[in-house]
């Protein structure tokens, strides 16, 4: 959402351009669109909808309400404060911790990988 912000002000030479486009795409025109696609309800917080949640660790540092948590989650919220990930209902992140796969051993495979994957760039 940061960068369609950005490209829309930077390709309108308007910094203020941009903001109230961003969220109705995200939380609007997203939804619309893949509800074409998808056979439950996304973008709420519903029973039988699609319900993928995520719970982060943000201390504003100013105040945050209903008229300006848009701005928080734009500007203030980054993917490094991300504490737990829920999907379908199961917890797939915990405490920063992945659950369902086993981290190490994906990290190994990758490094070996890349060592056959690098002469080749």
Same mark, same amino acid.
């Given at each position: 959402?940061k960068v369609? $912000?950005? /490209?829309?002000?930077?390709?309108?030479?308007?910094?203020?351009?941009?903001?109230?486009?961003? &969220? &109705?795409?995200?939380?609007?025109?997203?939804? $619309?669109?893949?509800?074409?696609?998808?056979? &439950?309800?996304?973008?709420?917080?519903?029973?039988?909808?699609?319900?993928?949640?995520?719970?982060?660790d943000y201390?504003?540092?100013?105040?945050?309400?209903?008229?300006? =948590?848009?701005?928080? /989650? !734009?500007?203030? !919220?980054?993917?490094?404060?991300?504490?737990?990930?829920?999907?379908?209902?199961?917890? !797939?992140? $915990?405490?920063k911790q992945?659950?369902? !796969?086993?981290?190490?051993?994906?990290?190994? &495979?990758?490094?070996?990988?890349?060592?056959?994957? =690098?002469? /080749?760039?």
């Open positions: 959402m369609a $912000k950005i /490209l829309q002000s930077h390709h309108l030479c308007d910094p203020t351009a941009g903001f109230m486009e961003t &969220k &109705k795409m995200q939380f609007e025109n997203n939804p $619309k669109i893949l509800g074409k696609y998808f056979k &439950k309800a996304l973008g709420i917080l519903a029973k039988g909808a699609y319900a993928d949640i995520i719970t982060v201390e504003p540092p100013t105040p945050m309400n209903e008229d300006n =948590w848009f701005g928080h /989650l !734009v500007f203030g !919220v980054t993917g490094r404060m991300v504490n737990d990930t829920i999907i379908n209902g199961k917890f !797939v992140m $915990k405490n992945i659950l369902p !796969v086993d981290v190490e051993k994906i990290m190994a &495979k990758s490094r070996e990988r890349a060592k056959q994957i =690098w002469p /080749l760039m």
